[in-house]
């Protein structure tokens, strides 16, 4: 029989849990002692009676206060009792007590994790569904090192701090509940109060997997094992696959602008497969690049401000829907790379900044922690923690989403401390340096791995510096990326085509400098988002001259660039050339291929790509000398290229004029005699070009360039052609 407590000062440890300021409060709540001296004690604010259910015994209150205690006079009390409770509105409650649960997190797992080895720690830290001892629930855990407290508050419990204090795991500055009852679909944060200045602060789960639609911000607990994939031929296909000669065109998409309802809603995940796929199949692109999905607050940031690393934005749907996109992209043969930001975290105090109330995910110094220029807060690399939080985002996107690559953006702000800083706003290095060897650390580690583990998977640097070998082996002294982003190739040469064709002669140098280095990194050719916003002027309005002449140029830069040395990438509505720049808040103008220019231009990219994919000789060596060979590149007056792309059983020869001057009778070695067949013109009536060509020309015995036979041809105005043996 329970027997009240006398009306004495409350115990300190009590006091301690009904200010919410306990630091362990298993060691109150739940069931203590044994035999006669058995308690089971309970804090429930919004309770008006409790009983256990087990046996009908009925808690009482301590005076004043929501803790109940019930002394059975016996030990018989379940290990995993239940509590029947009312609340004070009169609805009645059945739950098991979360605190009659021990430790859910294994010591292994936080060890792991301490030393920044836990590649599946999200499977670990968050809010995850679980079955203790045959009971149902959802287990939440999250490192905060410097707290006092930590509770889970959320929709279940009114979100109020006082209800579910968490459990700390010691050393490893973790803390963990289970709660009995809850389910997929309950919304819930973390209440921290810092341990040294009592600061209380609401955060959000870094290791979330899915998030309210903003502007809202409280994670989701997800069911993690739902989704039935339908991608196993295409899996099995990727880890024996051989990217680095085989062909890989790239079509940059932002999600939230590509297409709209037609109210001006985002489009679901399931709708974007159907229309995206259909859309980048007919266009013979390889691969889809999303700019980030990865949950963030702001639309205004692209995604590039991230506080879910481990969720697809809400905007488009669930992450279920954003797995039956990339497994649509698959069955279609189309791959899927992720834009991934390792290299910064937005400022917004529901996310990651000052997340136990110091600076945990982010480095006190300033000099060291902030990127002025974008309002954000840099990553210390120098923590285990934090690096396996990065690390564990990389492997959850490979392996639970089954994408194919991650592009990382702003690779250089990682490697340089000094990263655009004035003289003194910067820490060097122990060796007085301005390299950030904690960083440069994380990204070999992290491609080592992400390699062995995920084979056939790729891992792109936007790295925009000479840092050398970039895509070279860990094992060398290289960054171990697969693949870097060409950002001098594309400064160069959209440098050189905004010259009007006159002067274009003075800046020859442009056209031909990017080959002396074509093949130190495994390159791609980026037209990408970054080029058509802020006033730099959509891809179409960079060309110069007449409405014609824009398009005529632009449709030769795209035919230098599925020729040139590299995979390709393209940023949405730059196939079809958009007039006005890219703005993340409305959808494309694709309302302009009623018109023929830009029909035109659309057919001629799916043209280059059916080219690119379908002749080893444009890619099988596009990362080695052996590839290309100029034939010649001196001819500045005329402002005219031509060089051979080469595999073992395919030669193409590829001639570019860039002037609106057709060329009659123009004469280029040849590597042997025979007749030469153009299999592409960018100046074909069926782009919309004047038709200016060649159909067939044999080669004749006239020594030039330094072979023995030579052909002539006629160039069209501001165009390239391709000519096969």
Same mark, same amino acid.
């Given at each position: 029989?329970?027997?009240?407590?006398?009306?004495?000062?409350?115990?300190?440890?009590?006091?301690?849990?009904?200010?919410?300021?306990?630091?362990?409060?298993?060691?109150?709540?739940?069931?203590?002692?044994?035999?006669?001296?058995?308690?089971?004690?309970?804090?429930?604010?919004?309770?008006?009676?409790?009983?256990?259910?087990?046996?009908?015994?009925?808690?009482?209150?301590?005076?004043?206060?929501?803790?109940?205690?019930?002394?059975?006079?016996?030990?018989?009390?379940?290990?995993?009792?239940?509590?029947?409770?009312?609340?004070?509105?009169?609805?009645?409650?059945?739950?098991?007590?979360?605190?009659?649960?021990?430790?859910?997190?294994?010591?292994?797992?936080?060890?792991?994790?301490?030393?920044?080895?836990?590649?599946?720690?999200?499977?670990?830290?968050?809010?995850?569904?679980?079955?203790?001892?045959?009971?149902?629930?959802?287990?939440?855990?999250?490192?905060?090192?410097?707290?006092?407290?930590?509770?889970?508050?959320?929709?279940?419990?009114?979100?109020?701090?006082?209800?579910?204090?968490?459990?700390?795991?010691?050393?490893?500055?973790?803390?963990?509940?289970?709660?009995?009852?809850?389910?997929?679909?309950?919304?819930?944060?973390?209440?921290?109060?810092?341990?040294?200045?009592?600061?209380?602060?609401?955060?959000?789960?870094?290791?979330?997997?899915?998030?309210?639609?903003?502007?809202?911000?409280?994670?989701?607990?997800?069911?993690?094992?739902?989704?039935?994939?339908?991608?196993?031929?295409?899996?099995?296909?990727?880890?024996?696959?051989?990217?680095?000669?085989?062909?890989?065109?790239?079509? @940059?998409? %932002? +999600?939230?602008?590509? *297409?709209? &309802?037609?109210?001006?809603?985002? /489009?679901?995940?399931?709708?974007?497969? #159907?229309?995206?796929?259909?859309?980048?199949?007919?266009?013979?692109?390889?691969?889809?690049?999303?700019?980030?999905?990865?949950?963030?607050?702001?639309?205004?940031?692209?995604?590039?401000?991230?506080?879910?690393?481990?969720?697809?934005?809400?905007?488009?749907?669930?992450?279920?829907?954003?797995?039956?996109?990339?497994?649509?992209?698959?069955?279609?043969?189309?791959?899927?790379?992720?834009?991934?930001?390792?290299?910064?975290?937005?400022?917004?105090?529901?996310?990651?900044?000052?997340?136990?109330?110091?600076?945990?995910?982010?480095?006190?110094?300033?000099?060291?922690?902030?990127?002025?220029?974008?309002?954000?807060?840099?990553?210390?690399?120098?923590?285990?923690?934090?690096?396996?939080?990065?690390?564990?985002?990389?492997?959850?996107?490979?392996? @639970?989403? %089954? +994408?194919?690559?991650? *592009?990382? &953006?702003?690779?250089?702000?990682? /490697?340089?401390?000094?990263?655009?800083? #004035?003289?003194?706003?910067?820490?060097?290095?122990?060796?007085?340096?301005?390299?950030?060897?904690?960083?440069?650390?994380?990204?070999?580690?992290?491609?080592?791995?992400?390699?062995?583990?995920?084979?056939?998977?790729?891992?792109?640097?936007?790295?925009?510096?000479?840092?050398?070998?970039?895509?070279?082996?860990?094992?060398?002294?290289?960054?171990?990326?697969?693949?870097?982003?060409?950002?001098?190739?594309?400064?160069?040469?959209?440098?050189?085509?905004?010259?009007?064709?006159?002067?274009?002669?003075?800046?020859?140098?442009?056209?031909?400098?990017?080959?002396?280095?074509?093949?130190?990194?495994?390159?791609?050719?980026?037209?990408?988002?970054?080029?058509?916003?802020?006033?730099?002027?959509?891809?179409?309005?960079?060309?110069?001259?007449?409405?014609?002449?824009?398009?005529?140029?632009? *449709?030769?830069?795209?035919?230098?660039?599925?020729?040139?040395?590299?995979?390709?990438?393209?940023?949405?509505?730059?196939?079809?050339?958009?007039?006005?720049?890219?703005?993340?808040?409305?959808?494309?103008?694709?309302?302009?291929?009623?018109?023929?220019?830009?029909?035109?231009?659309?057919?001629?990219?799916?043209?280059?790509?059916?080219?690119?994919?379908?002749?080893?000789?444009?890619?099988?060596?596009?990362?080695?000398?052996?590839?290309?060979?100029?034939?010649?590149?001196?001819?500045?007056?005329?402002?005219?290229?031509?060089?051979?792309?080469?595999?073992?059983?395919?030669?193409?020869?590829?001639?570019?004029?860039?002037?609106?001057?057709?060329?009659?009778?123009?004469?280029?070695?040849?590597?042997?005699?025979?007749?030469?067949?153009?299999?592409?013109?960018?100046?074909?009536?069926?782009?919309?070009?004047?038709?200016?060509?060649?159909?067939?020309?044999?080669?004749?015995?006239?020594?030039?360039?330094?072979?023995?036979?030579?052909?002539?041809?006629?160039?069209?105005?501001?165009?390239?052609?391709?000519?096969?043996?």
């Amino acid at each position: 029989m329970n027997k009240p407590s006398p009306s004495l000062p409350l115990d300190p440890e009590i006091v301690k849990i009904i200010e919410a300021r306990h630091h362990d409060p298993f060691s109150v709540l739940g069931r203590h002692g044994q035999d006669r001296d058995t308690v089971v004690r309970v804090f429930l604010p919004y309770a008006e009676s409790v009983s256990l259910a087990a046996d009908g015994g009925d808690f009482v209150r301590l005076p004043d206060t929501d803790v109940f205690e019930y002394r059975p006079g016996t030990g018989d009390v379940p290990k995993h009792y239940q509590l029947a409770w009312t609340d004070k509105d009169g609805n009645d409650h059945l739950q098991y007590d979360p605190y009659c649960f021990g430790p859910v997190l294994p010591e292994f797992d936080q060890h792991l994790f301490a030393e920044g080895r836990h590649w599946h720690i999200y499977q670990k830290l968050g809010g995850h569904r679980q079955s203790v001892a045959g009971i149902d629930g959802v287990s939440f855990s999250v490192w905060a090192p410097n707290a006092q407290r930590v509770s889970v508050v959320g929709d279940f419990n009114r979100w109020d701090g006082r209800c579910h204090p968490m459990r700390s795991l010691g050393g490893s500055g973790i803390w963990e509940i289970f709660i009995p009852g809850l389910t997929v679909g309950c919304l819930y944060k973390f209440e921290i109060i810092n341990r040294n200045s009592g600061e209380l602060l609401v955060k959000t789960d870094p290791y979330g997997q899915q998030f309210e639609f903003r502007p809202q911000t409280a994670a989701i607990v997800v069911d993690e094992d739902r989704y039935v994939w339908h991608d196993g031929e295409w899996m099995d296909q990727r880890a024996q696959h051989d990217w680095l000669h085989q062909p890989m065109s790239i079509y @940059e998409v %932002h +999600l939230g602008s590509w *297409r709209r &309802d037609q109210r001006g809603n985002f /489009l679901n995940y399931r709708d974007l497969a #159907e229309q995206l796929v259909d859309y980048v199949k007919t266009l013979g692109f390889t691969h889809i690049e999303l700019l980030p999905i990865t949950e963030h607050p702001l639309d205004a940031s692209w995604g590039y401000q991230t506080t879910g690393y481990f969720a697809p934005t809400s905007r488009h749907g669930t992450p279920d829907d954003f797995r039956y996109f990339i497994d649509h992209c698959h069955q279609n043969g189309i791959g899927v790379i992720l834009d991934w930001v390792p290299a910064h975290f937005p400022k917004d105090a529901f996310a990651l900044a000052r997340f136990d109330g110091t600076a945990l995910y982010e480095h006190e110094d300033p000099r060291k922690g902030e990127h002025r220029d974008w309002g954000t807060l840099i990553y210390n690399y120098s923590r285990n923690e934090v690096k396996n939080f990065l690390l564990s985002s990389a492997f959850f996107w490979l392996e @639970e989403f %089954h +994408l194919d690559g991650l *592009r990382v &953006d702003a690779v250089a702000s990682m /490697l340089y401390l000094d990263y655009s800083r #004035e003289a003194n706003d910067w820490i060097p290095n122990m060796y007085g340096g301005n390299e950030n060897l904690e960083a440069i650390d994380f990204l070999r580690h992290m491609n080592t791995v992400t390699h062995e583990q995920h084979p056939g998977t790729v891992v792109m640097a936007e790295e925009s510096t000479s840092w050398p070998q970039v895509t070279r082996p860990t094992w060398t002294g290289g960054l171990g990326f697969s693949m870097k982003w060409n950002m001098g190739w594309m400064h160069d040469i959209l440098c050189y085509m905004q010259q009007q064709p006159i002067h274009r002669a003075y800046h020859h140098d442009q056209l031909t400098f990017g080959l002396l280095y074509a093949f130190t990194e495994n390159f791609i050719l980026p037209f990408s988002h970054d080029e058509v916003v802020h006033g730099k002027q959509s891809m179409l309005n960079k060309m110069p001259g007449d409405e014609w002449q824009r398009f005529a140029n632009l *449709r030769l830069l795209y035919t230098m660039m599925f020729t040139y040395p590299g995979k390709k990438l393209l940023f949405m509505g730059s196939e079809f050339g958009q007039g006005t720049e890219w703005s993340f808040n409305r959808t494309l103008d694709w309302y302009v291929l009623d018109y023929a220019h830009h029909a035109g231009l659309q057919t001629l990219v799916k043209d280059l790509n059916r080219l690119y994919t379908s002749h080893p000789a444009l890619y099988r060596f596009d990362f080695e000398h052996a590839g290309f060979e100029w034939i010649d590149c001196h001819d500045y007056q005329q402002s005219i290229i031509s060089y051979r792309r080469k595999s073992a059983h395919e030669e193409l020869i590829v001639i570019l004029n860039f002037t609106p001057v057709p060329r009659e009778r123009y004469r280029i070695g040849v590597p042997q005699p025979g007749t030469y067949v153009e299999i592409f013109n960018s100046d074909s009536h069926y782009y919309d070009g004047s038709n200016t060509g060649n159909g067939s020309v044999l080669s004749e015995p006239q020594p030039w360039m330094g072979m023995e036979h030579s052909i002539s041809v006629t160039l069209p105005p501001l165009a390239g052609i391709i000519l096969k043996m």
